[in-house]
Nanobody, 126 residues
Framework: QVQLVESGGGSVQAGGSLRLSCAEASGLIYSRIYMGWFRQAPGKEREGVAVIRTTDGSQYYDNSVKGRFTISQDNAKNLVYLQMNSLKPEDTAMYYC??????????????????WGQGTQVTVSA
């Protein structure tokens, strides 16, 4: 069974930084094409934060995080990172890692992703 495991969440003050990691624990995703970070705050819909196309490193960012968040990958280790700088209280959410193994037309949309992690909580205080 495919497993994605997130880590690195926590509580920080506004302006602080966190780095989230996503590990593909089962070793079965040989053909993942997109790796994405999504988040969901209480009472809000899930939204795409950052996506990387593993084949060429192309990246997508939601406007709310552009210039503050950076997604990166270590293919040798099957790891994907989300470096989050200049965090704001509105970044508070559960953050999920997801993998898509097909070519998709909307890589920023959660429904395009087959595999999901359990999430890691990020809390930013004012």
């Amino acid at each position: 069974q495919v497993q994605l495991v997130e880590s690195g969440g926590g509580s920080v003050q506004a302006g602080g930084s966190l780095r989230l990691s996503c590990a593909e624990a089962s070793g079965l995703i040989y053909s993942r094409i997109y790796m994405g970070w999504f988040r969901q705050a209480p009472g809000k819909e899930r939204e795409g934060v950052a996506v990387i196309r593993t084949t060429d490193g192309s990246q997508y960012y939601d406007n709310s995080v552009k210039g503050r968040f950076t997604i990166s990958q270590d293919n040798a280790k099957n790891l994907v990172y989300l470096q989050m700088n200049s965090l704001k209280p509105e970044d508070t959410a559960m953050y999920y890692c997801a993998a898509a193994t097909d070519w998709v037309t909307q890589p920023w949309a959660g429904h395009e992703y087959r595999y999901w992690g359990q999430g890691t909580q990020v809390t930013v205080s004012a």
